[in-house]
T-cell receptor
């Protein structure tokens, strides 16, 4: 079946550096993608989304890049802060008719002070 | 906080016990969801309620029984669970079954002994 996965389960970054978290998806019919952040003891929190007709979207300190050719999604966090330490995972939505999301397993990002 | 609360936050139960998880949303949403989050596995959608009617049951064993008495409250009744049911159970809500605009609660960490 189709799956969403992440290249690395853990990532450690020095505070102030930039971080990149990757996600591979296999469903070419997916038209919408979301990045979530899950801090310890909390539920997932929406960070940023991107539609399949875009290849880049920027938020506050975060940028999502979408490469449909290789079915790859990445989340870039600029100038990382201790509060960025969390598990990040992506989710994809199949094209219209199936609104459900398929989630990835997550990458744990640790910011080193 | 997200406007979605869950109680209890932690629960330890034996395999013969009966317990219930509670979720309450204060966002005026009309759709509510139960997810299971196991270690190193993606989020798994269990149940979906829209306008207090169950619209999705993702092949969940009958030892999990959901209840949605009104659009603000969602319960998950548990009985005769197995150790592999130990996980974080997340509740979410959205408007109009918009999966991509779900707000998650903090979850109930369940341990079955």
């Amino acid at each position: 079946g189709e799956s969403v996965g992440l290249h690395l389960p853990t990532l450690s970054v020095q505070e102030g550096d930039n971080s990149i978290i990757n996600c591979a998806y296999s469903n070419s019919a997916s038209d919408y993608f979301i990045w979530y952040k899950q801090e310890s003891g909390k539920g997932p929190q929406f960070i940023i989304d991107i539609r399949s007709n875009m290849d880049k979207r920027q938020g506050q300190r975060v940028t999502v890049l979408l490469n449909k050719t290789v079915k790859h999604l990445s989340l870039q966090i600029a100038a990382t802060q201790p509060g960025d330490s969390a598990v990040y995972f992506c989710a994809e939505r199949e094209n219209f008719g199936n609104e459900k999301l398929t989630f990835g397993t997550g990458t744990r990002l640790t910011i080193i002070p | 906080e997200t406007g979605v609360t869950q109680t209890p936050r932690h629960l330890v139960m034996g395999m013969t016990n009966k317990k219930s998880l509670k979720c309450e949303q204060h966002l005026g949403h009309n759709a509510m969801y139960w997810y299971k989050q196991s270690a190193k596995k993606p989020l798994e959608l269990m149940f979906v309620y829209s306008l207090e009617e169950r619209v999705e049951n993702n092949s969940v064993p009958s030892r999990f029984s959901p209840e949605c008495p009104n659009s603000s409250h969602l319960f998950l009744h548990l009985h005769t669970l197995q150790p592999e049911d130990s996980a974080l159970y997340l509740c979410a809500s959205s408007q109009e079954q918009a999966y991509y605009e779900q707000y998650f609660g903090p979850g109930t960490r369940l341990t079955v002994t």
